[in-house]
């Protein structure tokens, strides 16, 4: 079974452009949440898809905004970049969401690393 | 609020000796516990999990974890060391917001170097 696939691997951008990133779930899963990790706030949530739908958002302004298409897969999208928002943005699949998800594990891709100049 | 701390930044150990990091959880209600390892330019993988049930918990790479519950700790162990465990270890709670779907907070991570 293939694992979670995040493209690209690398990116650099130039401030306030906009950016997308892609991520493939592992198939079957139906559940895709992406985390912001950055060396002074560590790994923080930014949101959750599951069957096309957000479930949840963490703490992060409107400029960063994603979706999830039919076949799980799913795009984060940040707009207006700013030199803080370099990071490394992970993205994990499961295979459910809600109460059942607590406990069931969530498997990460190896990243895109963002970087703003 | 649940919160994650892990009380190392980083832990410099030589190869083949015993090593424990360190994880501390708050919480108010049951609680899943993981550990990930990071290496280098890659994403995170799955050590080793708590859900249930006994509390010494027995993962990948020869590492364990043991749940206290009265201490509120998940520390992790190793018994001997190896140059390829060099990586960043984090530890991570599970939370269900409002019982629409569910994050992890994740620890500030423990930069784990093993020397030769």
């Known amino acids: 079974k293939a694992g979670v696939t995040q493209t690209p691997r690398y990116l650099i951008k130039t401030r306030g452009q906009q950016v997308t990133l892609s991520c493939s779930p592992i198939?079957?899963?139906?559940?895709v949440s992406w985390y912001q990790q950055t060396p002074g706030q560590g790994l923080q949530f930014l949101f959750e898809?599951?069957?096309?739908?957000?479930?949840n958002k963490g703490n992060f302004p409107g400029r960063f905004s994603g979706r999830q298409f039919s076949n799980s897969r799913s795009e984060m999208n940040v707009s207006t970049l700013e030199l803080g928002d370099s990071a490394l943005y992970l993205c994990?699949?499961?295979?459910?969401?809600?109460?059942?998800?607590?406990?069931?594990?969530?498997?990460f891709g190896q990243g895109t690393r963002l970087t703003v100049v | 609020a649940q919160s994650v701390t892990q009380l190392d930044s980083q832990v410099p150990v030589f190869e083949e000796a015993p090593v424990e990091l360190r994880c501390n959880y708050s919480?108010?209600?049951?609680?899943?516990l993981f550990w990930y390892v990071q290496y280098p330019n890659q994403g995170l993988q799955l050590l080793l999990k708590?859900?249930?049930?006994?509390?010494l918990v027995k993962g990948i790479n020869g590492f364990e974890a043991e749940f206290n519950k009265s201490q509120t700790s998940f520390h992790l162990r190793k018994p001997s060391v190896h140059i390829s465990d060099t990586a960043e270890y984090f530890c991570?709670?599970?939370?269900?917001?409002?019982?629409?779907?569910?994050?992890?907070?994740f620890g500030q991570g423990t930069e784990l170097s093993v020397k030769p």
């Open positions: 994990a699949s499961s295979e459910t969401t809600g109460i059942t998800k607590m406990n069931t594990e969530a498997f």
């Open positions: 708590y859900l249930s049930g006994s509390t």
């Open positions: 919480s108010s209600v049951s609680v899943y």
């Open positions: 991570a709670v599970s939370l269900m917001i409002y019982n629409q779907g569910g994050k992890l907070i």
């Open positions: 898809y599951f069957s096309e739908t957000q479930r």
């Open positions: 198939s079957g899963h139906r559940s």
